[in-house]
């Protein structure tokens, strides 16, 4: 899998992606991901990227420029099967999205700034506009590492424990049962004892039934929508 990232901080993300599942993901061959500063395809003085909204108000806009400049060139060099921007007035970032992307080969995400980017650039190259909540950021950067992270843990060999990403919570539509690990005595409280009655009939029992507990007093909405 290859990322492409679009963005005027694209600083803001280089650690992210330097750590962790995501980093041991791209050691191993299974993605790449490329970050992409706006400013190195402005052809403007200063390499300004942005300018005052038409019809007034608050606020810049990212122009279409610089941003048609880098998709054309990215473009050019291999196809896309996503063309991704994140907005708050996107489709709600989910479990089920994160499964179907994580079977993209190639994918461009577009980080918005400031007011947003120019509608145009919106019209003409993007495939799917996501939000990662009812909420405003300040930049699409924390956006576009959150669902780089959901997915890239989906590619297989990603996560040490393959089967771990199958039984995280939203999986089969259901939350994560609760873990435990050593001192199985700690402060007078007992890890329950059939998870170390090593039965694992029972213990996965155990789990399906705390699983739909929780999601029963915690996201009932889950149980009826299973999205
Ligand atoms: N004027 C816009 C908000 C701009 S916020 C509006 O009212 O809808 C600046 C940028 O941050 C956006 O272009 C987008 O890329 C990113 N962003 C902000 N909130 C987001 C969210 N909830 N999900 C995904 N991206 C978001």
């Known amino acids: 899998m290859r990322i492409d990232i679009i963005s005027v901080v694209p600083d803001l993300m280089q650690s992210f992606f330097a750590h962790s599942i995501c980093k041991r993901a791209a050691q191993a061959g299974l993605v790449e991901v490329h ?41 050019e060099q291999r196809t896309y099967d996503e063309i991704i921007f994140f907005s708050p007035d996107g489709i709600v970032f989910k479990q089920g999205l994160a ?43 924390l956006a576009a590492a959150v669902c780089a992270d959901a997915i890239i843990r989906l590619i297989p060999g990603a996560i040490g424990d393959e089967m771990s990403a199958l039984t995280d919570s939203f999986q089969d539509g259901l939350l994560a049962p609760p873990v435990y690990t050593r001192p199985a005595k700690w402060n007078g409280m007992e890890v329950p004892e059939i998870l170390r009655s090593g039965n694992d009939k029972k213990i996965e029992a155990w789990r399906h039934e705390q699983a739909v507990y929780r999601t029963q007093t915690r996201r009932p909405d889950l149980l009826e929508s299973n999205e």
């Open 35 to 75: 970050l992409h500063d706006l400013h190195d395809y402005s052809t403007k003085k200063h390499k300004q990227i942005d300018d005052y909204p038409f019809g007034g108000g608050a606020g810049m806009v990212i122009s279409v420029e610089p941003l048609s400049v880098c998709l054309d060139s990215l473009l």
């Open 99 to 141: 499964n179907q992307l994580s079977l993209c080969e190639n994918m461009i995400f577009i980080c918005g700034h400031y007011k947003g980017i120019d509608e145009r650039i919106r019209e003409k190259y993007v495939t799917k506009e996501i939000s990662i909540g009812d909420y405003v950021l300040s930049g699409g950067e």
